[in-house]
């Protein structure tokens, strides 16, 4: 049964009293536009290691944050003082940032207009995560350890999962009144082999993607066990076989592994505030400017990536963002063309694209709202193509399941991802693992190079609790779905050999 | 915090924030319970100790158990209220700011950045009597400096205390040079390469490097500090001649005498906050000295003493400048900031990551020109063998481990760098 209901305990603090008053405040100031967020936000991850439960720990913050402009700048404050008094004490120390950087600003804030809404939104989700017993996460997690301990194939072994409950409120001067409750959840199962008469070990995760979801992803275990189940094994395999020969392969990359390949080289560089510099200083800037847009042949025609905050379950999945602007879902990549970017309201008014597609997000009360990456997904195949289909399309090729290192350049043309498995394939069958894998290319190259597009009976909703931007640094929580896909002649390294 | 963010010469985010936490941690016979909250109003202390008390139940005990640190007294600032950063400190950077935007308009470049003024207090309590407070602030101010076409980049970034020693001309003037350097441009093909890393890189390199220095991990035969045959490497020569010190007194990176933490994990225990922290000589003259160590795993492995990990860190160097290592050079590449270092092999240390904003060909002994960013596959251990010459340590500012702004480090030239691809971003 879907949650319909906003924890009453979030309900009970006072936030609309004190919206009201920081509303009132610096709209008597002077503020041309003003939005308030307040959030109550509880994080709780347990691991454990080996045997033993290593921590846990429950984190519950509460505070508030008020955004304004005035005199053409912006000016953010926040507080965690839920009293009058603090509330006034924020609201003017929002006008006094704007006012006293507004000689340091040349270009005057002007925002897309969005209606006002007073709206409630709470994500698909059936357990709460936090009504659930500790005890019995923590059995959960011992005893994904124990099973694969117990199989004698595993020296040690590592469990966790994260949950997070989120509810927000936001008002603005325009009169939005939006209340929002989100839970997600990630859990994750590694295990090591160390072959005692040479040191070396490998590693792997269980490739178990994150999910906006509640505790039900785990209560029903299947699929965590099923997995759990196979990491002895495979491990095993992994320690002993052989080191891939470095070169060009046709590969095969299951959704576990291609979600992170999308999200550092479709969903950063859509970003537009990333096209336009505003992170040149930290996260970097695109490739994908302005001039591309409807003319870059970003990937092969069988590709087509939606942004989107509306997927059941997905992590970035709302009612409305952070400057609240209703959850829309658009094209970023039409049959292989840049066809759209991820807005915010004052790039979506600076630029002419008339009203914001709804990307803007704070991870938490003190944060200001950045533009942040949506659900970012490649759409399956119409046809039901499977994964032997693909398999079976390659002749000499790897097959690479779940994600490990990833890293990106600045501008995300120059890419390198690891995984947690690669399977050989020899004339389109699996032919057992090989080891030390990583793959290296040029974003457009590697989207040109995409040659089979599973259907949907591969797609998988993968994802990550962490996307890392701005600064000060935030964080957020982003799905991407995707099918697995077939690239052909992709340059393959032998990290073993990089190495030396 | 206070901070401030710009783009293309024009304010973009900003911001005063307030945050308070307070974590309470329960022990109940060898078992431990941790909440933290950001509301906690004196009516509601008795039931935020009272959740803590109650997540100890149902739990097993915790593996890291271990008796609470004790002590007698209570430092003399105790009473004294919390450091903060309140919105005044914009007067301390904004003018700054201000000069340096004005200055790259005048002068055709475009600069994009960054500046915060953080202050912060923790004060550690138990009920064993160990009563701790630490008072701290840090700003930090970094920026990037385009040419109108962006087609050519630089960055240059410091930590300070309180902005006096930030000088927008001085920071502006170098960004400026490397734009003037990048006029020319030379591609270059992927290969192993002579480089000299700025500090901001060597810096990053010794975080990535520090990462791995885990006790635990090593012992359980997981690192790549973990001997083949069991134990550590310890005492092994890994890192050339480098030495790699913390040492929570460092004038200009001065951080917190004792260890506090919320949550345990492989490195650090809960049952350790209040243990002191003195320097510690990670590596020292290239040999494998220290690896973090938390009381429990080494009372329980009988092995070593516990060392607590490190708020800074210090790659020692007494050698000759940047620019006299440049003059020094027959050919080499001069690397200025680093970027997204990921693990990619722990057995080896292996890291890939990127250079970015400003890679330059020196030979004999002048800067030549811009050339092209690159992709490398290195492990710090590796490269830091591989430092041929050790230039004069520093104050630097880690680019990619932005978390971790305290840090002393020489530029390095290092003999064979893996430069595994090219990277065309600019």
Same mark, same amino acid.
């Given at each position: 049964m879907t949650h319909t209901v906003i924890d009453p305990a979030f309900l009970s603090l006072p936030f609309e009293p004190i919206a009201e008053a920081v509303l009132d405040r610096v709209r008597r100031s002077g503020a041309t536009y003003a939005d308030f967020r307040f959030e109550r936000l509880r994080r709780q991850t347990i691991v454990a290691r080996d045997h033993e439960l290593q921590t846990s720990d429950h984190e519950e913050s509460v505070g508030f944050s008020v955004r304004v402009v005035c005199d053409g700048a912006w000016g953010f404050s926040a507080g965690v003082d839920l009293t009058p008094a603090g509330a006034a004490h924020v609201a003017m120390r929002a006008v006094d940032v704007a006012r006293r950087l507004a000689p340091l600003t040349t270009e005057p804030v002007v925002l897309a207009d969005e209606p006002a809404y007073v709206d409630t939104f709470i994500s698909a989700y %059936?357990?709460?995560?936090?009504?659930?017993?500790d005890e019995e996460k923590i059995a959960f997690l011992l005893g994904l350890n124990e099973r694969v301990l117990l199989s004698?194939?595993?020296?040690h072994a590592t469990s966790d999962v994260q949950l997070v409950s989120e509810q927000k409120f936001f008002a603005s001067l325009a009169g939005s009144r939006i209340i929002q409750q989100r839970v997600r959840v990630r859990g994750d199962l590694t295990a090591v082999r160390i072959d005692k008469s040479t040191g070396a070990f490998e590693t792997m995760g269980i490739a178990v993607p994150p999910a906006g979801r509640g505790w039900e992803y785990f209560a029903s275990r299947d699929e965590f066990l099923r997995r759990a189940n196979e990491m002895p094994a495979l491990l095993e395999e992994k320690l002993a076989s052989p080191s891939v020969e470095p070169g060009r392969y046709d590969l095969v990359i299951d959704p576990t592994n291609l979600w992170l390949t999308i999200h550092e080289s479709i969903g950063h560089p859509t970003e537009l505030d990333r096209v336009l510099g *505003? %992170?040149?200083? *930290? +996260?970097g800037t695109s490739f +994908? @400017? $302005?001039?591309? $847009?409807? @003319? $870059?042949?970003?990937?092969?025609?069988l590709m087509n990536v939606t942004g989107d905050r509306q997927v059941a379950h997905g992590l970035a999945t709302v009612g409305y963002d952070d400057e609240g602007v209703a959850a829309q879902t658009w094209d970023i990549v039409r049959d292989g063309v840049l066809v759209g970017y991820q807005l915010d309201r004052q790039m979506a008014r600076k630029l002419g694209f008339g009203r914001s597609n709804g990307c803007a997000f704070a991870d938490a009360p003190e944060h200001v709202p950045l533009q942040r990456m949506p659900n970012v997904s490649l759409l399956p195949s119409p046809h039901d193509v499977t994964l032997d289909d693909l398999i079976g399309s390659v002749d000499d090729g790897l097959y690479i399941v779940g994600d490990k290192s990833w890293s990106i350049d600045m501008q995300r043309y120059n890419f390198q991802f690891t995984g947690q498995r690669f399977f050989r394939i020899r004339r389109g069958r699996l032919a057992g693992q090989v080891k030390d894998v990583a793959y290296q290319s040029r974003t457009t190259d590697f989207w040109n190079a995409l040659a089979m597009v599973g259907g949907a009976s591969t797609y998988v909703l993968g994802g990550a609790f962490n996307c890392g931007k701005g600064q000060p640094g935030q964080i957020a929580p982003v799905t991407h779905g995707c099918p697995a896909a077939l690239f052909r002649q992709i340059s393959v390294l032998n990290t073993a050999q990089e190495g030396h | 915090m206070v901070n401030v963010r710009w783009a293309h010469n024009t304010v973009t985010t900003n911001g005063v924030a307030d945050e308070v936490s307070l974590s309470v941690l329960s022990i109940v016979g060898h078992r431990v319970g941790v909440v933290t909250r950001t509301r906690f109003p004196a009516d509601r202390l008795e039931l935020i100790v009272r959740e803590s008390e109650a997540a100890c139940a149902h739990r097993p005990a915790a593996p890291d158990y271990m008796p609470l640190l004790e002590d007698e007294g209570v430092p003399a600032d105790w009473d004294a209220p919390a450091a903060t950063a309140e919105v005044d400190a914009f007067d301390a950077f904004a003018p700054k700011v201000e000069r340096l935007l004005k200055q790259a308009r005048a002068g055709g470049v475009r600069t994009f950045g960054y500046a915060e003024a953080c202050a912060s207090t923790v004060w550690l309590a138990t009920s064993s009597g160990l009563r701790r407070r630490h008072a701290d602030a840090i700003g930090r101010v970094s920026v990037t400096a385009k040419t109108p076409d962006l087609a050519r980049s630089s960055w240059a970034g410091q930590s300070t205390g309180d902005f006096s020693d930030v000088d927008p001309a001085h920071l502006l003037d170098r960004l400026e040079q490397r734009l003037a350097w990048g006029a020319r441009y030379t591609a270059l093909q992927a290969g192993h390469y002579e480089v000299i890393l700025e500090p901001s890189c060597t810096a990053d390199l010794a975080v990535a490097a520090q990462a791995f220095m885990v006790r635990r991990d090593a012992d359980e035969g997981r690192s790549p500090f973990s001997a083949p045959h069991g134990g550590t490497c310890i005492g092994e020569r890994l890192f050339g001649r480098i030495s790699i010190a913390s040492d929570p007194e460092e004038p200009g990176i001065a951080t917190a005498p004792f260890q506090v933490c919320g949550t345990s994990d492989e490195a650090v225990s809960v049952f350790d906050n209040g243990m002191p922290v003195l320097r510690t000589e990670w590596v020292h003259e290239g040999t494998l000295r220290s690896l973090v160590t938390p009381r429990y795993w080494a009372h329980k492995t009988g092995q070593g003493v516990p060392v607590p990990g490190a708020g800074n860190l210090i790659v020692a160097g007494d050698g000759p400048t940047l620019e006299r290592m440049i003059a020094d050079t027959g050919r080499a590449l001069l690397v200025t900031s680093l970027w997204y270092i990921r693990t990619v092999d722990p057995q080896t240390a292996l890291v890939t990551g990127l250079t970015r904003d400003g890679v330059f060909l020196v030979e004999d002994g002048q800067v030549r020109g811009a050339v092209n960013n690159f992709r490398w596959n290195m492990s710090p251990v590796t490269a830091f063998a591989q430092a041929i010459e050790i230039g004069r340590s520093q104050l630097a500012l880690p680019r990619v481990h932005d978390d971790f702004p305290r840090a002393k480090a020489p530029p390095l030239r290092i003999e064979r760098f893996h430069m595994s691809s090219v990277s065309e971003a600019s």
């Open positions: %059936e357990i709460d995560p936090f009504s659930v017993p004698g194939l595993v020296d *505003y %992170e040149a200083n *930290y +996260a +994908a @400017t $302005l001039d591309k $847009l409807r @003319t $870059l042949q970003f990937g092969s025609p | -």
